[in-house]
């Protein structure tokens, strides 16, 4: 089969039984790869029944058709399991070199259940696979785990997702650590692995995918080399990572700032920002594999409490929850944050999230410091930060309490604390504001992992950056009007599961054309011939099997919300008053023939001067409205219930949000279907 090995190891840790199992075509038509089929594996192995930290676990590390090839943001792989952060589907991929590996080595996948006596990594080389011992890895930070295996299998080059004493120690959102600079950080699977005291799995390997038609492959993979050339989107990655646009987000309040309630910190965002780290301590980028955009950054601090050479810098995710969420403006003391934060193995997002809740329940009242263990906790205190940190990674103190994440918190501290522990479905929520951008509080309400911003193009989709026809995502979308988002949101979550099944980076996905460049090189890769319609089906059929996982699970429609806290106008400054930031990514000059595009169709008010120091020499006018301070409060409430009936019915989703029987059938999965309703029981609003 082109683009696959055709080949799963399944192994069970508690009686050390590894096997081959063959990928069949059927299955590799109907779902592609990555995170749709991780989504029917767990599935039909009853995952959604586990204990999420049980033995009965499954966890599934899966590559993808392009994984491996030479196509930009290939090198990626989707970890999937039950969360024990929601409860619901588990899904994150981390970038790096990892995902390529595993396929040089053989494997589309490996599919792990059972639980070991002892700690144990499972080492994979050129399609042979053993269980080793990791006693002396246990409790070794991330880098120490990947350079012990390398230095035992004496392999330079062999390539490792691991954890480190986070996940070992169950912490709720410990991640899985795939090099220095790649993270698959979110939903917990860190903590799965821990339960399972599975170390690490390290891979080598120089098997090459075999591509159906070479050349063509090659051709599209020029073409999309210069799209990502010529877009602004990679270029403002390559120049100032992530973070390249922080200020920009703030000018319209979508930076959340000391946990959710400050509209508006601009020293802060001009002191985090990409631009300012550019200008300041970056000493390198990184890139992932087979990727031109380099948006990884590599720092050094040259003195000082925080001092350290050629570090990790940190992502945009992370100067924001360890930065403005805290109220710290200290660039050296985020990265420091930062990079404790990967050693330990734990999710910037939730770890930084948990932390300002923390503050804020002190600072409320809600909570004494007999929870803190002392500590007068106080906004800005970036010390403070870091010494949090190391103890929820070890559950010490007040780290028990945080390793649990902002939900399980307020519902211990309980006093409307809830209000303000901004999440959905458990998972804290990532660092864009729903009052920016209405589109995303549907977008975090509904997507199957909880609140998340990276598994759909909702994000560039809203600000009018790029559209996807062909998956009903059409542009001209109004940001801060709950009104014709539902589309919107369900065409860009499909698409998002058609880059995590490919499996593919949202970055390089978002610039390219489904038509001309992802789907030819799809179907190049595999000679399936795959039409456009089979591409939105699967991602169609993956988002509805990750629902059903969640149902199954015991969710239902009163798990599509959002904490009250981002759903409200902000309770402390104000926002700007510009309704948008039409293209919020800064221009080069001479700005790129995209960018002008992009402006010129999106631009509806007037033109005014951009507040100062805000794009540094780099494309000072914006194209904006300015709203009144009335009119900006009003706009701050995105209408959640509004946007989720249109959604219900764009999605066929029954009152208790299951998919309705005759979805599941259409989309091939009523099987699905008979699971959810035993004995044809109609859906109740079917
Ligand atoms: S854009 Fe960044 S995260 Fe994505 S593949 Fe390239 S270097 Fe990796």
């Not at 003391?333 to 193995?345: D, K, P």
């Not at 504001?433 to 589109?439: K, N």
């Amino acid at each position: 089969m082109f683009g696959y090995c055709g080949k799963l190891l399944y192994v069970n840790l508690t009686d050390g039984k590894l096997e081959d199992r063959e990928l069949s075509e059927a299955d590799a038509k109907k779902y592609m790869g990555g995170s749709a089929l991780a989504a029917r594996i767990l599935f039909d192995m009853k995952a959604y029944a586990a204990d999420p930290l049980g033995a009965d676990n499954t966890i599934a590390f899966m590559t993808g058709p392009l994984t491996g090839t030479l196509v930009p943001g290939s090198g990626r792989f989707e970890v999937a399991a039950r969360s024990p952060l929601t409860g619901g589907f588990g899904v994150s991929s981390a970038g790096g070199f990892f995902g390529a590996e595993l396929k040089r080595a053989g494997y589309d996948g490996v599919v792990i259940t059972g639980a070991a006596e002892s700690p144990v990594y499972l080492w994979i080389k050129d399609g042979a696979a053993e269980l080793l011992p990791a006693d002396g890895l246990w409790g070794k930070t991330g880098s120490e785990t990947v350079r012990g295996i390398s230095e035992e299998r004496g392999e330079k080059n062999c390539r490792t997702a691991c954890i480190g004493p986070a996940g070992e120690n169950l912490v709720r959102y410990a991640c899985v650590i795939a090099g220095s600079h790649n993270f698959a950080g979110r939903t917990g699977l860190g903590a799965v692995m821990g339960a399972k005291k599975l170390k690490a799995i390290s891979v080598k390997g120089k098997a090459q995918v075999e591509l159906a038609e070479k050349q063509e492959f090659m051709d599209i993979r020029e073409k999309i080399l210069k799209t990502l050339a010529e877009d602004v989107t990679a270029k403002s990655y390559s120049a100032y990572g992530t973070a390249g646009t922080m200020q920009l987000g703030m000018l319209v309040s979508d930076v959340p700032t000391k946990n959710w309630r400050v509209a508006d910190w601009e020293e802060g965002s001009d002191k985090l920002n990409g631009i300012s780290v550019a200008e300041t301590i970056l000493s390198g980028t990184k890139s992932c594999y087979a990727c031109p955009i380099g948006c990884k950054r590599v720092v050094t601090i040259p003195d000082g409490p925080h001092a350290r050479e050629n570090a990790v810098g940190p992502e945009y995710e992370t100067v924001a929850s360890m930065g403005t969420m805290q109220l710290v403006d200290d660039i050296e003391a985020v990265t420091a944050a930062n990079e404790l934060c990967n050693e330990l193995g734990m999710d910037t997002i939730s770890a930084g999230s948990s932390i300002a809740f923390l503050r804020e329940c002190l600072e409320a009242g809600l909570i004494g410091e007999e929870e803190t263990g002392g500590r007068a906790l106080k906004w800005g205190a970036a010390e403070q930060t870091l010494e949090l940190l190391e103890l929820a990674a070890r559950r010490e103190g007040p780290g028990a309490l945080l390793a649990e994440g902002v939900k399980r918190m307020s519902e211990k501290i309980g006093k409307g604390s809830e209000e303000f522990a901004v999440h959905s479905k458990g998972m804290e929520a990532p660092m864009h504001d729903p009052r920016a951008y209405h589109g995303l509080a549907l977008a975090y309400a509904t997507s199957p992992r909880g609140a998340c911003h990276i598994t759909h193009a909702d994000l560039v989709a809203e600000m009018g950056v790029y559209t996807y026809p062909e998956f009903g995502v059409t542009g001209g979308y109004d940001t801060i009007s709950s009104k014709g988002k539902a589309e919107m949101v369900a065409g860009s979550e499909n698409l998002g599961m058609v880059a995590g099944s490919a499996v593919m980076c949202m970055f390089v996905i978002w610039p390219l054309s489904m038509k001309r460049e992802v789907l030819p090189a799809l179907n190049a890769a595999t000679g399936f011939g795959w039409s456009m319609a089979d591409l939105v089906a699967i991602g169609e059929r993956g988002w509805h099997l990750q629902r059903a996982f969640c149902n199954m699970a015991g969710m239902t429609a009163a798990d599509d919300k959002v904490s009250p806290r981002a759903l409200k106008p902000h309770l402390e400054g104000s926002p700007t008053g510009l309704d948008k930031v039409v293209a919020t990514m800064t221009s080069f000059s001479p700005p790129s023939l995209p960018f002008v595009k992009t402006v010129a169709n999106a631009a509806v008010g007037r033109i005014i001067p951009v507040q100062k120091n805000v794009v540094k020499g780099l494309g000072r006018l914006l194209f904006t409205k300015k709203l009144s301070a009335a009119e900006m409060k009003k706009k701050e409430s995105p209408d959640l219930e509004y946007m989720l009936r249109e959604y219900y019915t764009v999605r066929e989703l029954d009152r208790e949000g299951r998919a309705r029987p005759r979805k599941l059938a259409e989309l091939q999965l009523a099987d699905v279907a008979e699971t959810m309703f035993p004995k044809s029981e109609a859906s109740p609003a079917d």
